[in-house]
């Protein structure tokens, strides 16, 4: 239905498919010739990429003719399992299983491919997150700095991100943000998403010469990571929601 139509301009367009109020989040993009819809990784809403002249209703009307659509992207949704003893999930891209044993220490420990950890088991999902958010901030800052002084320039401290519509950021005062969830995804994908914003601080655009400086910087295929983040990367946040 379009009642958004009815509503106040401002207010946030939204889809509905089956049970659910799916956000709708657009974006005018210059090089854009035609309407690209995805669902976001969480599945908590719907973004669409439309060219810079497009009209709000055709966009939304769009994403209405696509509900059938939806709810099969919806329905191929991983689903998660609760965070307990035996359950496996990913530590930069390999799986591991979660291991508890009252005679161990409450903070995790990486044992090959175990986290070990004792405590009470009620608070495992906590204390794993916090666990998973530390190694995040070590690896992320290792990166950064690695990347930094490719680039010649100084670097900022890391900031971690639960940002639900993207991996990383760099803001106008060169403040980078990363998505700590990268931690579970495999080191070259982590890696790609900070080379990427470091080259944001020496051009704060997508320019040619921002993808042949993010070519010298990143190490592997920044096509190959992104890849996998388009197939993969909903899968992130599953564990800790």
Same mark, same amino acid.
């Given at each position: ?9 401002? *207010? ?39 060219? *810079? ?5 055709? #966009? ?102 639960? #940002? ?30 900070? #080379? ?22 990143? *190490? ?22």
């Amino acid at each position: 239905m379009l009642d958004w139509l009815r509503k106040d301009p401002q *207010e946030q367009p939204f889809v509905e498919v089956g049970d659910k109020q799916l956000p709708i989040v657009i974006r005018r993009l210059a090089p854009a010739r035609r309407m690209t819809l995805r669902l976001s990784p969480d599945g908590r809403e719907v973004r669409l990429s439309i060219p *810079e002249w497009g009209r709000t209703a055709e #966009a939304i009307a769009f994403v209405e003719s696509r509900r059938d659509w939806l709810a099969s992207q919806l329905c191929a949704l991983p689903q998660a399992e609760p965070i307990a003893p035996g359950v496996t999930i990913a530590f930069r891209g390999e799986p591991v299983v979660i291991s508890h044993d009252n005679q161990l220490p409450r903070k995790p420990q990486l044992q090959g491919g175990s986290i070990r950890l004792g405590g009470p088991p009620e608070s495992i999902p906590s204390r794993l997150k916090r666990w998973l958010e530390g190694e995040a901030r070590r690896l992320l800052t290792a990166d950064l700095a690695q990347y930094c002084d490719r680039a010649g320039r100084p670097a900022p401290q890391v900031a971690l991100s639960s #940002a639900r519509r993207r991996w990383g950021s760099c803001g106008p005062s060169g403040t980078i943000r990363i998505n700590w969830r990268l931690v579970m995804a495999p080191n070259f994908v982590r890696r790609s998403v900070v #080379a990427h914003e470091v080259a944001h601080l020496v051009h704060f655009n997508h320019s040619p010469d921002f993808h042949t400086l993010l070519g010298e910087l990143f *190490e592997g295929d920044t096509g190959v990571a992104n890849d996998w983040l388009k197939r993969e990367g909903r899968s992130l946040y599953l564990p800790f929601g």
